[in-house]
């Protein structure tokens, strides 16, 4: 394959499916129904803030 070939594919092509990657990736981020699976990530930190984990918990 001459480098031209691959340039122009990569030009094309390639642009096109980052960009289709990009998409899906932020509609999958924005996504019905995906907010409590972020606030729940989001607030794992402040799961046992009242008192230490039990011992079955931490492993």
């Known amino acids: 394959m001459d480098y031209h070939i691959l340039r122009e594919f990569a030009d094309s092509w390639v642009l096109l499916a980052m960009f289709v990657f990009f998409v899906a990736a932020v ?18 930190i402040f799961r046992h803030e009242d008192k230490p984990a039990e011992k079955e918990a931490r492993t």
């Open 27 to 44: 509609v999958w981020a924005f996504r019905p129904g995906s907010r409590t699976q972020h606030r729940d990530t989001a607030d794992v």
